[in-house]
């Protein structure tokens, strides 16, 4: 082979609580919570949760359903303030292109907009403060 094995990591984990960090519903004593770590050069390095293989492939699963997520949000997003325009601009609202440029123009209406493109251009902003 091409490449040489890696050395296995030591780790060292706390023998009270089993390497979970917890003593019934309270915080083990003697690793402070730190269930599992490996010291090295001096240093105390440690994970916030075991390194098993069931907590390492939660881990990359909530990597992968926050992305999932991410996105999904993104497309309602878009999908909402897509169909909310057309409609709008189905109606005639925006028949005078230079009031586009009038902020209190805009500004009305976007406060003053009915009907299902007002519903769809609300749910859109209701949508993008999940992101904050």
Not at 10 to 36: D, H, P, Y
Not at 88 to 109: H, I
Not at 112 to 119: P, Q, S, T, V, W
Request: with cysteine; net charge positive.
């Amino acid at each position: 082979m091409l490449f040489d094995k890696q050395k296995p990591i030591s780790l060292l984990s706390c023998q009270i609580c089993k390497a979970t960090g917890f003593v019934g519903f309270n915080k083990c004593k003697e690793c402070r919570g730190m269930s599992a770590g490996h010291f090295i050069r001096g240093h105390w390095l440690f994970w916030f949760y075991p390194l098993t293989r069931y907590h390492l492939s939660l881990a990359k699963a909530r990597r992968i359903f926050d992305k999932i997520r991410f996105f999904t949000s993104v497309l309602l997003l878009l999908n909402a303030w897509g169909w909310g325009i057309y409609f709008t601009l189905s109606k005639g609202t925006f028949s005078n292109a230079s009031l586009l440029l009038d902020w209190s123009y805009l500004w009305s209406l976007v406060f003053n907009l009915k009907g299902i493109g007002g519903i769809l251009f609300y749910s859109g902003a209701v949508i993008l403060l999940y992101f904050w």
